[in-house]
């Protein structure tokens, strides 16, 4: 297998990872998981949301690469679960009351934006490019369709 072939798989692989372990280590510390001003259900939350993302990852990883002969099916999961994992941050910016950092605990931004809504427009966009990439450099022998056929 050539690198160009190899190309988007190896950037959506990049996603899911960031997105196994990065939640983790923005997450799991006093101002999110232990923070004092955290209900012990909103840690309930916060652990099984950090742990979705990391099996989610995991399966993610695992259909992009396993061997089948609809390899579609398995890089569009592969870059649907960073998407869906990143993506719901815009939607929560839209909700009244909503926040992205806590007071007292100002973010660092890149060009004005937090750098947790910069990486998560960042996850997105590596997972979409990929998949992209995945396509235009796809054999037309690679896709047999769902393996139902004949």
């Known amino acids: 297998m ?3 072939k190899n190309v988007g798989r190896l950037i959506m692989s990049a996603s899911l990872l960031s997105t196994a372990i990065a939640p983790w280590l923005a997450d799991w510390n006093s101002t ?3 923070s004092e001003q955290w209900s012990s259900h909103a840690r309930f939350h916060g652990v099984s949301y950090l742990c979705m993302a990391f099996g989610a ?3 993610g990883l695992w259909a992009l690469w396993r061997p089948t002969p609809d390899r579609d ?6 870059a649907l679960i960073p998407i869906l994992y990143w993506g719901p ?4 910016l839209l909700v009244p009351g909503t926040a992205v950092e806590d007071p007292g605990h100002a973010l660092k931004r890149v060009m004005g934006i937090p750098v947790n809504v910069m990486a998560a427009a960042g996850q997105v966009l590596l ?3 990929g998949f992209i990439l995945y ?3 796809k054999t037309d022998n690679e896709h047999v369709g769902s393996g139902m056929e004949g």
């Not at 941050?89 to 929560?92: E, G, P, R, S």
């Open 89 to 92: 941050f815009f939607i929560a």
């Open 135 to 137: 396509k235009a450099f």
């Open 127 to 129: 997972s979409v490019v």
């Open 73 to 78: 099916l398995g890089h569009i999961v592969g």
């Open 57 to 59: 990852s995991v399966m």
């Open 32 to 34: 999110h998981i232990f």
């Open 2 to 4: 050539t690198f160009r």
